[in-house]
Antibody, heavy 121, light 108 residues
Framework: QVQLVESGGGVVQPGRSLRLSCAASGFTFSSYGMHWVRQAPGKGLEWVAVISYDGSNKYYADSVKGRFTISRDNSKNTLYLQMNSLRAEDTAVYYCAKVRLLLPNDAFDIWGQGTMVTVSS | EIVLTQSPGTLSLSPGERATLSCRASQSVSSSYLAWYQQKPGQAPRLLIYGASSRATGIPDRFSGSGSGTDFTLTISRLEPEDFAVYYC?????????FGQGTRLEIK
């Protein structure tokens, strides 16, 4: 079945780096734009970044621009989020999500289970 | 950036009642690129409505969405026990996607 599985979360000190992965299965990964969304403990959803199906277009939330990099390896059916210069306010559950159809703009129909990132000294 | 404001923050209702959730955008949402998600504790969000009024696959018909421009509504016609959760609206019409702050639907 269609599935997204995140990994790579953990506890990291402020200023350090972490790379999250999202393994996709059950659909043609290389055909769909993909997003990262995060949720701080007890808070709402915050969109983080998007990458087009072929990796040619990327957009970021202002809160992470210049520090986070979204990428993908279509040969491995995997989405990544490289997070540098981490701050306490980056502490959150990070979800990857697939767009519903083969369109530049669409809702997110499949979400992973999330991976927790805690930034703390 | 389009700011989405959801109201009310918390809605207390009983099973069988009708729920009406509002989402107001700071500027017009292009092509009604507005979605609604349901999130239960410890779970990922689930897509309910896309394109402001189209139900996602497998979503019961007691869920309906309406609206255009800057004002959107999610209606649950007759609440079931499993409907008590947090609901988020999302606009995906711009390159910088935004979510509302959420409405918590709780059992009265």
């Amino acid at each position: 079945q269609v599935q997204l599985v995140e990994s790579g979360g953990g506890v990291v000190q402020p200023g350090r780096s972490l790379r999250l992965s999202c393994a996709a299965s059950g659909f043609t990964f290389s055909s769909y734009g993909m997003h990262w969304v995060r949720q701080a403990p007890g808070k709402g959803l915050e969109w983080v970044a998007v990458i087009s199906y072929d990796g040619s277009n990327k957009y970021y939330a202002d809160s992470v621009k210049g520090r986070f990099t979204i990428s993908r390896d279509n040969s491995k059916n995997t989405l990544y989020l490289q997070m540098n210069s981490l701050r306490a306010e980056d502490t959150a559950v990070y979800y990857c999500a697939k767009v519903r159809l083969l369109l530049p703009n669409d809702a997110f129909d499949i979400w992973g289970q999330g991976t927790m990132v805690t930034v703390s000294s | 950036e389009i700011v989405l404001t959801q109201s009310p923050g918390t809605l207390s209702l009983s099973p069988g009642e009708r729920a009406t959730l509002s989402c107001r955008a700071s500027q017009s949402v292009s092509s009604s690129y507005l979605a609604w998600y349901q999130q239960k504790p410890g779970q990922a969000p689930r897509l309910l409505i896309y394109g402001a009024s189209s139900r996602a696959t497998g979503i019961p018909d007691r869920f309906s969405g309406s609206g255009s421009g800057t004002d959107f509504t999610l209606t649950i016609s007759r609440l079931e026990p499993e409907d008590f959760a947090v609901y988020y609206c999302q606009q995906y019409g711009s390159s910088r996607i935004t979510f509302g702050q959420g409405t918590r639907l709780e059992i009265k």
